[in-house]
């Protein structure tokens, strides 16, 4: 069997946990297949560099470390954490007598007391767990999901790359 050479970037801080998203996101979009050509083949992960880097330096890096003998078609990959200005915030409404008259005024309520200096919210989803008012159909509960970019660069996920099993 042959392999490949892949590169992928996962949202999160934890990097074990990052890593369990990117094979359980692989699996999902290639299947189960041990020879499917993705993060998923490999049997784990070595952080082969501490400092946290802009997404293109990450993949520079990566690809002068793609020789490194501890990485290896079935078996480890490597993984550098990036930096981004970007970030999710999830946040609750907070309770307000009579509710909010509309979506923006609940998603503002909620996002406002969590955005960093410099951020901006571009969109937001309110979550399924939203309730509205049975009388007035206003917003009284829920939470709020919002991709923000803008504040100062920060540790926000990890560069997985190595070489596949295909």
Not at 35 to 55: A, M
Not at 66 to 74: A, N, T, Y
Not at 137 to 150: K, N, T, Y
């Amino acid at each position: 069997m042959g392999g490949h050479n892949f590169e992928d970037y996962i949202s999160g801080t934890d990097v074990g946990q990052a890593y369990e998203k990117a094979v359980a996101d692989a699996i999902e979009e290639h299947g189960h297949s041990s020879y499917n050509g993705t993060v998923s083949t490999t049997d784990g992960y070595l952080v082969l560099d501490d400092t946290p880097r802009p997404l293109n330096e990450a993949l520079e890096i990566a690809r002068r470390k793609i020789d490194d003998p501890r990485i290896e078609k079935g078996g480890y990959c490597g993984a550098i954490p990036v930096l981004s200005t970007r970030r999710d915030i999830f946040a609750a409404i907070p309770a307000k007598p009579g509710g909010y008259l509309t979506r923006d005024e609940a998603a503002d309520a909620a996002l406002a007391p969590h955005l960093r200096e410099g951020e901006t919210v571009d969109r937001y989803y309110l979550q399924v767990d939203a309730v509205h008012h049975a009388d007035t159909g206003r917003i009284v509960s829920g939470s709020v999901r919002a991709p923000v970019e803008g504040g100062e660069a920060t540790h926000a996920g990890w560069l997985f790359f190595g070489m596949a099993a295909s």
